[in-house]
DNA sequence: CTGCCATTTTACCGGC
DNA sequence: GCCGGTAAAATGGCAG
C-alpha cells in the first residue's frame, strides 16, 4: 500500500508539475502578446492617432464578427433542422 | 484643400488599417492563450486536481518572480549609482 | 522648545483627525450613493432591462455633447479612411 | 397587435426614463462627494500635511474596520448555528 | 505628459 | 444553462 501511495504521489508530483509550467508559458506569451498590444498603440500614437477612436473601432469590428459568427450558427443550425447539412 | 485632406487620409488609411490588424492578430493570438489556459486546467481537474490550489501556487510563483526581478532592478540601480556599472 | 513641539503636535493632531473623520465621512457617503447605483440597476435587470445597454445610455449623455460630437465625428473619419462606411 | 406593442414600449419607456435619472442624480452626489475630498485633501496640503500619508491611513483604518465586520459576521453565524440568536 | 491609482468593465467559476 | 459573486484587465483621472 504504501508502495502504491508512493508511487502515485510521485506520478502526481509530475503530473502537478506539468500543469504549472504549461499554464505559466501560456500565462508568459499571453503577457508578450499584451505587451505587443501596446507597444503598437504607443507606436499609433506617436504617429498621431488618437488610441482610443482605435480602440473603439476595433471593439465595433469584434461585435461586429461576434454577431456574424452567431448569425452562422443559427443558420448552421436552421440547415441541419431541416436536413440541409 | 480637399485634395490635401483625401491624401492625408488616404495615408493615414494605410497606416490606420496595418494598426488595427496588428492589434487584431496580437488578440487573437491572446484569446488563444487564455483558451489553452483553460483547457490545461480542465484536463488538471479531469486528472483529481484542486484547480483552484495550482491557481494559488501559480500566483505565488508569479508574485516571487516579480518580487526578485524588482530586487535585482534595484541592486543595479544602486551598483550603476555608485559606478558598479 | 519642547513645550511648543508639543502644542504644535497637539494642534496637528486635531487637525489631521478632523481631516481624516471628513474623508472618511465623505467616502461613506459615497459608497451608499456607489449602492445605491448598484440597487437601481438591480431593479432595473429584474424589470427585464438590460443592463449594459441603459449604462451606454448614461455613459453618453454623461458626455459633453460638444466633445461627443467631436469625437463621432473623428470615429467617422477613421472609420472612412479604412472603408468602413 | 401594434397597440399592445406600443403601450409595452410607453410602459418601458417611462420606467427606462425613471431608471435613467435616478442613476444620474446619484451618480452626480457621489462626483460631489469625491468632489469634497478632494478638496479636503487640498486643504491639508495647504496646512502641510503629506496627503499620501493620510490616504495611508485611512485605508488602513478601512481595511481594520472590513476586517472587525467580516469577523463580527462570523461570530454572528457560528451563534446562530448554536441556536444563540 | 507620463506614470500611478481608483474605478469600471469584463471574464471566470461555482452555485442552483 | 443561467445567474450570482469574485478576480483580472482595461479604462479614466489625477498628482507630480
Same mark, same amino acid.
Given at each position: 500500500?504504501?508502495?502504491? +501511495?508512493?508511487?502515485?504521489?510521485?506520478?502526481? *508530483?509530475?503530473?502537478?508539475?506539468? %500543469?504549472? !509550467? =504549461?499554464?505559466?508559458?501560456?500565462?508568459?506569451?499571453?503577457?508578450?502578446?499584451?505587451?505587443?498590444?501596446?507597444?503598437?498603440?504607443?507606436? +499609433?500614437?506617436?504617429?498621431?492617432?488618437?488610441? *482610443?477612436?482605435?480602440?473603439?473601432? %476595433?471593439? !465595433? =469590428?469584434?461585435?461586429?464578427?461576434?454577431?456574424?459568427?452567431?448569425?452562422?450558427?443559427?443558420?448552421?443550425?436552421?440547415?441541419?433542422?431541416?436536413?440541409?447539412?
Amino acid at each position: 500500500m504504501s508502495d502504491t +501511495a508512493t508511487t502515485d504521489v510521485t506520478l502526481s *508530483g509530475d503530473q502537478l508539475k506539468s %500543469i504549472i !509550467e =504549461r499554464v505559466e508559458q501560456l500565462e508568459e506569451e499571453k503577457a508578450e502578446r499584451a505587451s505587443d498590444i501596446k507597444d503598437v498603440y504607443a507606436e +499609433a500614437k506617436g504617429n498621431g492617432f488618437d488610441v *482610443g477612436t482605435i480602440k473603439r473601432i %476595433i471593439k !465595433e =469590428r469584434k461585435a461586429d464578427k461576434d454577431r456574424l459568427a452567431e448569425e452562422e450558427e443559427l443558420l448552421d443550425l436552421y440547415k441541419r433542422a431541416i436536413g440541409m447539412a
